[in-house]
């Protein structure tokens, strides 16, 4: 994995300074169901290739990022603030 | 061939040239009663104990790479059965009893060596719940000896007992605990399962798996399809791809595990010892290396190698509990790629198809569970009945709220 991370509120930061939450998954309503649920909770694609992830700039802005990395490379892309990848979602 | 001391005599004294192959390297045939995907440790159990106690021995063990070239051979070669829950204990006690009775079993030296397994404790609550593990252990038939500060400074001197941080306040010992060769384990099982007419046809990648009716018919290989009876998939470390060609979406991610090697030393810790306030494990190999670990680099991987930052903590945490290593030089260290699942405990079970089987989600806990992961699949596979010891391991546990959270860490699999 690349030693520097670039990071959307602070630049180029070494990647020591950020935690990595896992896989990025759109939670269900509260009602969904069981099986939503269970989905949600349980299950994962686990990609063999592109992989987006909640990353938490632990030692640094301490924002929610979402970044996408290849989990064969461990080469990391796209690097944007959750907020913002969620904004992007919402939008029509 | 039997291997024994009088075949070793004999073929000594005619320039060892009696030697064969330990397994031979057939053509798949066109159709097999069983199918197992992945011939790594479990696979290979799995085709040793379906053809030595099932009586099914029209068996294929299909590997992408070749025999020993996964996990089983990038582990830390450590076997235990020190578990707390009811639905993991006695299936690690079936393992170790059948590491016990291995090489006799399958006439392979696999150099089974029960040096003991010893877990630090640092604090009075970490002590308690040791003695609670100790206690679970003992109710369920497996030794356990909860030993104090003095005691484990008689074993191992060395320890940095006065840690400002983390003072060493004694350890939970099982002393039928140790170390296995790792590779011997794979290739002995591969030599009982090819002496009893199982198949295991390296270099074969299965690439898709063709289903009719709800019934697997086979599946496609690169070297060609292949049909079969029932599909085995214990393909560890790529349980969700494989399973995803048959539509089967599983509870688990693929995280890399690092594991190191040093240089030589002479002979120094005489058994396998854990530090309790972080995660390290360190043992010694019969040719002086020390074989430790720690935990998962924390992020999905398909790599088989790691981060530094892995290997930086790894060391550190050694350097707390060990101050010697600072001396001494790592020469190797790998990665292998483990099916975490998402309460840390394995599945060994139906699918939604009538005869697919899955074994999978082996956490990095798969290598102390070779024999009776192997025994409770092939069970499982013959009399379509899970063997009595590995009745929790099922894949709709988490769905149905039967999780077997070994560590308490919920669903989050990087934390297991």
């Known amino acids: 994995m690349a030693s520097l991370i670039s990071c959307p509120h602070c630049g180029a930061r070494p990647k020591e300074e950020f935690t990595i939450k896992g896989a990025v998954l759109s939670r269900p309503a509260a009602d969904a169901g069981h099986q939503a649920w269970t989905d949600y909770v349980y299950l994962r694609d686990n990609p063999r290739g592109t992989h987006r992830e909640y990353w938490h700039h632990t030692s640094g802005c301490r924002r929610w990022l979402v970044v996408t990395r290849d989990t064969v490379s461990h080469e990391v892309g796209f690097c944007q603030d959750a907020a913002a990848a969620k904004l992007a979602e919402v939008r029509p | ?16 040239r009696g030697w064969r192959a330990a397994w031979r390297d057939p053509q798949p045939k066109a159709h ?31 590997e992408k790479n070749y025999v020993g070239s996964g996990n089983v051979g990038r582990n830390t070669t450590i076997i235990r059965s020190n578990y707390l829950l009811p639905g ?24 089974v060596s029960q040096r003991g397994v010893l877990n630090l ?29 003095a005691a484990v400074r008689e074993m191992l001197p060395f320890l940095d007992f006065d840690n400002a941080r983390f003072p060493i306040q004694g350890g939970l010992l099982q002393r039928r605990g140790g170390t296995v ?146 001396r001494v030089r790592v020469l190797r260290s790998w990665g292998g790629i483990m099916d975490m699942s998402m309460d840390g405990s394995p599945i060994i079970d139906h699918t939604y198809l009538d005869n697919l089987y899955l074994n999978a989600g082996w956490c990095y806990g798969g290598f102390k569970a070779t024999p009776a992961s192997g025994y409770c699949f092939a069970h499982l596979i013959a009399r379509d009945q899970a063997q009595e010891t590995a009745r929790a391991f099922r894949l709709d546990r988490f769905e149905r709220g039967f999780l077997i959270d070994e560590k308490g860490m919920g669903a989050q699999p990087n934390l297991h």
Not at chain 2, 1 to 16: C, D, E, K, P, W
Not at chain 2, 32 to 60: K, P, Q, S
């Open chain 2, 121 to 149: 404790y640092h604090s009075d609550a970490q002590r308690d719940a040791y003695t609670r593990r100790g206690n679970a252990m003992r109710l369920h038939g497996v030794d356990a000896e909860l030993l104090d500060r």
């Open chain 2, 181 to 326: 060769r790792h590779d011997a384990v794979a290739w002995g099982y591969a030599r009982g399962a090819d002496s009893r007419g199982v198949d295991i046809i390296q270099n074969c990648e299965v690439t898709a798996i063709r289903r009719e009716n709800g019934r697997v018919t086979g599946v496609e290989t690169t070297r060609g399809f292949i049909g079969c009876g029932k599909l085995a998939l214990a393909a560890a470390g790529n349980s969700s791809n494989v399973a995803a060609m048959a539509d089967l979406r599983l509870p688990i991610e693929s995280h890399v595990l690092q594991a190191f090697v040093s240089e030589g030393l002479k002979p120094f810790i005489n058994c396998v010892v854990t530090f309790g306030a972080g995660h390290f494990y360190v043992s010694q190999s019969d040719k002086g290396g020390l074989v430790f670990g720690g935990d998962i680099d924390g992020y999905n991987s398909y790599a088989q190698r790691g981060n530094l930052a892995t290997v930086e903590h790894v060391a550190e945490a050694g350097k707390a509990m060990i101050p010697a290593l600072s």
């Open chain 2, 32 to 62: 097999y009663d069983v199918v197992i995907v992945g011939g790594g440790g479990h696979g290979l159990a799995t085709a040793y104990y379906l053809a030595r106690e099932f009586g099914i021995a029209n068996v294929a063990v299909l």
């Open chain 2, 1 to 16: 061939m039997r291997y024994s001391a009088l075949s070793i005599l004999l073929n000594g004294l005619t320039g060892n």
């Open chain 2, 88 to 111: 993991n204990n006695p299936f690690y006690e079936l393992s170790m009893k059948l590491w016990e009775g291995l090489e006799r079993d399958f006439n392979f030296n696999a150099m």
